[in-house]
């Protein structure tokens, strides 16, 4: 016997039809003989619902006031989740965050997890009960109702799989979605993309930090500090989805597992500004003041002279200006570019550690094609190439092709078996 | 400075814009220098959308799930009126039942509140804030979310009163309405009914069990064991309402101050049955059993043998029938009769303790109306008549008319000035 924490999200429980099969679902696999944790998001649009009506009685509502009203979404699903379980002879309980044990810190609208408290879920599931666990949000440690902000539920998810440790009993944490798993890139841009039956943490975080909607990074990272093994499913078909866990040997034999794109993103450069300490500092404590967030940074310098150029999206470049302007006045030297129209192609392999030649693969399959790259930034298991925008769909495709992504499942799915 | 207690029902906080005039209250309040703490219940039709859903999932929801889907109802009422005191510059706190310290005993659906710690509460009215509490629901003493069933938001208002001793500094439970008193009568089916300045408990409890919406018995009750004197008022609108507050002698001067009228009544007779002790017992045992509230029973005695008559509901005598016959069968002797088309006149005044004549005189005037009355039934401060329906309106307003109650509403608030 195994325990397994299943989250579905605000699709999966849209109406009382997806209620119901998301029940089957977890009947499943407690008629297999296993012990299961439910966690499930607000209802389809509820949480759009209950901004909409906040909106309406103030412009500037208090965030704790918010993550009272927002935490009654979960509880809506919890407590129907619940209900179609027993109706299909599931015995079952609906646990808000705090009945649940989820202790957060006091930062309403983006609490962290503290601790998590097994006691309750352990009790329950002793007495033969499948736990219906409010995602999303916690109780702080003076009682109050405090919600996670972006990747809630999922980081509710795996926090109560690694409590519970799941993966000692042969369980993981199952994240139903409205995907059926991991692709090597976003079918809809490459139609040859092909699912993955695996995938490391650190290739995850990273294809999630390029926009994969999967799995929010957060979640992620949970999930690759406390080792849980996290099963990407479809909530309506049966499919085998991605497994999200630690990085295996045969994982570096593959040098990339997938391609992402990044659209609509401006480029600003400041050129010729001294060189000093300091300077880096400077501008992206000013940036940052302006709320915006930065993408990829990259700064070459000559001698005394340095240029810095850094991608935002294309939204934030009006501001990204006014506030660069200001540091270049500090500085009294130097000049401003703004370039708009670019994106970013992501290559991301846990193999490009042990494989060399991986980037300029990349770059010549990109050249043979006749694509100019702006910029180039790396980590260790990942290349960026800003673009052109008129490029990128094509640099995709291209980049998917050179590294074989569209085999990569099938070999995968072959090596499982 | 006083501590008064508000509580607002569905309809008053049914929209932003009700919400917003509901903040416009409390500020009144606050304005004058007085500490508020405010109880609402769920937005307008909420509650009956969230049971609807529920009813989607399943036909048998279990009570525990149902308390936990029904509380959200209340906890985004709290939630938007806590934003709109802020907005109008009223510091606020919403609070779950079990965060303003309601604790219940683990009866789901209609749970009785045990105990309310008032350390949350004084501690935010210290800190200068309007506490915002969830109405209808508690926490049992194990942590569960539990709700109080009907007329549970009064409940917790005059509940939240009592333990915040509101009398002794001069404050009440003031409850808002979508009414603006307790009248003499309905003012629907008698035009000419007077508004009560004031009502003793003893009074409202028995027109509220008449069918007074106004306020719920249960809390009614409450607030006469705490003696909280409670404020019924019109949301909307600025009139002074009813106070309904302890006996005084003064009130004992009216006789009567209050009719009312009870539709769609059948009556159950059992005639010729044995006068033996028990027999009530079994009766109203198989009465109950089916599920059938009965209103009023009166009995006869002739020697050995006895004749009870009960009235239910119209649409319970199919049933109360099926039910009685069972017990007839097993006395082995008696009658069965069912009367429908029956209603009940009741006037209600705690002056009948100390004047002599008030039934005679209801009686006399019906009689020369020629309202033939088929059963009579009485309490220390209540007399009922019950009659065919076809006399029921007249029969209300002989009796409104012949307690000169058109006059009372206007004597009092004389009598107030």
Chains 1, 2 share one sequence.
Request: glycine share 12%.
């Amino acid at each position: 016997m195994a325990v397994f924490v299943q989250k579905f999200g605000g699709t999966s429980v849209g109406d009382p039809e997806r209620i119901a099969r998301c029940a089957g679902r977890v009947k499943q696999r407690v008629d297999e003989g296993h012990q299961v944790v439910v966690v499930v998001s607000a209802m389809g649009h509820s949480t759009d619902d209950l901004i909409e009506l906040a909106s309406r009685v103030s412009d500037r509502p208090e965030r704790r006031e918010l993550d009272m009203l927002m935490a009654t979404g979960e509880q809506v699903s919890v407590a129907l989740v619940a209900m179609a379980l027993q109706r299909v002879g599931v015995p079952a309980v609906s646990l808000t965050g705090g009945q649940a044990g989820i202790t957060t810190d006091g930062a309403f609208g983006r609490a962290r997890v503290t601790r998590v408290d097994r006691g309750r879920l352990e009790a329950e599931l002793a007495e033969g009960r499948v736990p219906v666990v409010c995602g999303f949000q916690g109780l702080s440690s003076t009682g109050e109702v405090t919600t996670l902000g972006r990747g809630g539920s999922d980081t509710t998810a795996v926090a109560l799989a690694a409590t519970l440790r799941v993966a000692e009993q042969g369980g993981c944490c199952e994240i139903f979605t409205d995907v059926d798993g991991v692709y090597t890139a976003d079918p809809r841009l490459v139609p040859s993309a092909s699912k993955l039956a695996r995938i490391s943490y650190q290739e995850m975080l990273e294809l999630a930090l390029l926009g994969a909607q999967v799995m929010h990074p957060r979640a992620v990272l949970f999930g690759e500090r406390y080792g849980v093994p996290i099963h990407v499913r479809h909530s309506q078909r049966p499919d085998e989805g991605t497994m999200i866990c630690r990085e295996t040997p045969e994982m570096e034999e593959v040098m990339v597992v997938g391609a992402a794109l990044k659209q609509d993103l401006g480029r600003v450069s400041l050129r010729r500004i001294p060189n000093n300490a300091g300077v880096q500092g400077l501008l992206f404590d000013a940036v940052a003041k302006a709320g915006i967030m930065v993408d990829d940074i990259m700064q070459t310098e000559f001698g005394e002279i340095a240029s810095i150029s850094f991608t935002v999206d294309h939204g934030d470049l009006a501001d990204v200006k006014i506030a660069a302007s200001k540091v270049l006045d500090r500085f009294g030297t130097g000049e401003l570019a703004i370039e708009i129209g670019l994106a970013k192609i992501s290559v991301v392999g846990t193999g490009m550690k042990s494989h060399v030649g991986v980037a300029a693969r990349m770059f010549t399959a990109l050249g043979a094609a006749g694509i100019p790259i702006h910029n180039i930034t790396t980590s260790e298991i990942k290349i960026s190439c800003i673009l052109g925008k008129e490029h990128a769909q094509r640099a995709l495709a291209i980049s998917h092709e050179v590294f074989g992504l569209d085999q990569v499942g099938a070999l995968q799915h072959a090596a499982v078996r």
